[in-house]
């Protein structure tokens, strides 16, 4: 019997989970049993840990792409698929499982470049590369591995993102409550569940950036001296610029209707150079000195509430026509940003007093693990031969199974 068909006829199934996001901190590993499939499926964490990039391999993938020869990025595929091997050895090690316990591993990798757009002079066809080769991963720790989720999407006409929201619905959705699980990671993006929804009947797509040009705005304004906003301590000490904010909202993505998906293409370093350039032509064209620690907690909250403002007008435009909204279950990095949270929980309260403002752990799902513990889901799907996009949210032409797989 092959891997994947003993895998399937288990009663249940261990699965590692792997994740990398846009923010390029590292690796988060989720080690899961797992029990049936689609809207059956029983999952539950068993164990959960991490593992930080280098620096610099961090600022290779968070720098300017158009930097990185194609050796670099060969190179990169393989360091990554090592990494990557080296985070699932270690959670399945401090989980105190042996390797052939595993049925499994789930790797997101890390996206490099995510083109959904067929914008090119050349060649005008969607694309996308995530990074970090699976068969390295398969042959580095002998368990069968799944990875490249994206592509079966985009060939059937589909963006290719977001891929948790198949996971979202799995877990959240209700009989009774209309649920936003909103994510803020590098991007924003947003899932929403209708009551009784079907999959069909699910929303979900990237919102614009999340803590990405934060992290970005600081590291550059610094020198590399700091790399985010603890706590939203810079911004909550800072005072949003309203006029330069306006500025930033004229954007065409945030106006532009789902399915939509976005990355650092549009929203990386060389987005966050061009603000704090105009910022700083802003501030001088009013009769001010530009000064960088004078304007340094301003321009900080500002497009801290760009991230707000791109949030709540998805939830009033997007959302809201369709259905109710009586939870909205905040993840990712930016769910520590208290000053994102506190201002989140002020537009909502705005919107509808009655909506309820979670976080994952308040609903028994470490915030840290939630994306892992998503791809054991969309890994366990693949096993068992099941389809595991979400059409509605990608606009891809059908269910399509989404994930390659690397024997050992």
Same mark, same amino acid.
């Given at each position: 019997m092959d891997?994947?068909?003993?895998?399937?006829?288990?009663?249940?199934?261990?699965?590692?989970?792997?994740?990398?996001g846009t923010s390029?901190?590292?690796i988060?590993?989720?080690?899961?049993?797992?029990?049936?499939?689609?809207?059956?499926?029983?999952?539950e964490?068993?164990?959960f840990?991490s593992?930080?990039y280098?620096?610099?391999l961090?600022?290779?993938?968070?720098?300017d792409?158009?930097n990185?020869?194609?050796?670099?990025?060969a190179r990169l595929?393989f360091?990554?698929?090592?990494?990557?091997?080296q985070?699932?050895?270690?959670?399945?090690e401090?989980?105190?499982?042996?390797?052939?316990e595993?049925?499994?591993?789930?790797?997101?990798?890390?996206?490099?470049?995510h083109l959904?757009?067929?914008?090119h002079r050349?060649?005008?066809?969607?694309?996308?590369?995530? %990074?970090?080769? #699976? /068969?390295v991963i398969?042959? +580095?720790?002998?368990?069968?591995?799944?990875g =490249?989720f994206?592509?079966? !999407?985009?060939?059937?006409?589909?963006?290719?993102a977001p891929?948790v929201?198949y996971a979202?619905f799995?877990?959240?959705?209700?009989?009774?409550?209309?649920?936003i699980?909103?994510? %803020?990671g590098? #991007? /924003?993006?947003?899932?929403? +569940?209708p009551?009784?929804?079907?999959?069909d =009947?699910?929303?979900?797509? !990237?919102?614009g950036p999340?803590?990405?040009?934060i992290d970005a705005?600081?590291?550059?304004l610094?020198?590399?001296?700091l790399?985010?906003?603890?706590?939203?301590?810079?911004?909550n000490s800072?005072?949003?610029?309203?006029?330069?904010?306006?500025h930033?909202?004229?954007s065409?993505?945030f106006?532009?209707?789902?399915?939509?998906?976005?990355?650092?293409?549009?929203f990386g370093?060389?987005?966050?150079?061009r603000?704090i350039?105009?910022?700083?032509?802003?501030?001088?064209?009013?009769?001010?000195?530009?000064d960088i620690?004078e304007h340094?907690?301003?321009?900080?909250?500002?497009?801290s509430?760009?991230?707000?403002?791109?949030?709540?007008y998805?939830?009033?435009?997007?959302v809201?026509?369709?259905?109710?909204?009586?939870?909205v279950?905040?993840?990712?990095?930016g769910a520590y940003?208290?000053?994102?949270?506190?201002?989140?929980?002020?537009e909502l309260?705005?919107?509808?007093?009655?909506?309820?403002?979670?976080t994952?752990?308040?609903?028994g799902?470490?915030?840290?693990?939630?994306?892992?513990?998503?791809?054991?889901?969309l890994?366990?799907e693949v096993?068992?031969?099941?389809?595991n996009?979400?059409?509605?949210a990608?606009g891809?032409?059908?269910p399509?199974?989404?994930?390659k797989v690397?024997?050992p």
């Amino acid at each position: 019997m092959d891997l994947l068909t003993s895998a399937r006829v288990k009663p249940s199934r261990l699965i590692v989970g792997l994740m990398s996001g846009t923010s390029a901190d590292g690796i988060d590993a989720c080690l899961c049993r797992i029990k049936g499939f689609g809207i059956q499926t029983a999952a539950e964490i068993e164990h959960f840990s991490s593992l930080k990039y280098p620096e610099t391999l961090k600022h290779m993938i968070t720098s300017d792409l158009n930097n990185l020869g194609l050796e670099d990025i060969a190179r990169l595929n393989f360091f990554l698929g090592n990494l990557l091997a080296q985070a699932a050895l270690k959670c399945i090690e401090e989980a105190g499982y042996a390797i052939c316990e595993i049925d499994a591993i789930s790797s997101h990798g890390q996206t490099l470049i995510h083109l959904p757009d067929c914008h090119h002079r050349v060649l005008p066809i969607p694309a996308t590369l995530q %990074i970090g080769d #699976i /068969s390295v991963i398969a042959q +580095l720790t002998g368990i069968l591995t799944i990875g =490249d989720f994206r592509p079966a !999407d985009m060939a059937q006409g589909g963006q290719g993102a977001p891929l948790v929201p198949y996971a979202d619905f799995v877990m959240f959705r209700h009989d009774d409550l209309g649920k936003i699980v909103q994510n %803020i990671g590098g #991007i /924003s993006n947003l899932t929403y +569940l209708p009551p009784s929804c079907s999959l069909d =009947d699910v929303i979900a797509f !990237d919102t614009g950036p999340g803590n990405m040009v934060i992290d970005a705005t600081i590291n550059l304004l610094t020198k590399g001296n700091l790399s985010m906003d603890t706590d939203g301590e810079i911004a909550n000490s800072g005072t949003v610029n309203r006029e330069f904010l306006s500025h930033l909202l004229s954007s065409d993505y945030f106006y532009k209707p789902p399915p939509k998906s976005t990355g650092r293409e549009l929203f990386g370093i060389q987005y966050t150079q061009r603000i704090i350039g105009e910022y700083k032509e802003f501030i001088q064209k009013q009769g001010v000195v530009w000064d960088i620690k004078e304007h340094f907690k301003d321009i900080v909250a500002t497009v801290s509430e760009l991230t707000v403002q791109t949030i709540v007008y998805s939830y009033k435009t997007w959302v809201a026509p369709r259905g109710p909204i009586d939870q909205v279950i905040l993840g990712g990095g930016g769910a520590y940003n208290l000053y994102l949270v506190r201002r989140l929980k002020e537009e909502l309260e705005s919107m509808d007093p009655n909506i309820q403002v979670l976080t994952h752990e308040d609903i028994g799902i470490p915030n840290t693990a939630k994306e892992a513990l998503a791809f054991c889901i969309l890994g366990n799907e693949v096993i068992g031969l099941k389809p595991n996009n979400v059409p509605s949210a990608t606009g891809a032409q059908k269910p399509v199974i989404l994930g390659k797989v690397a024997f050992p």
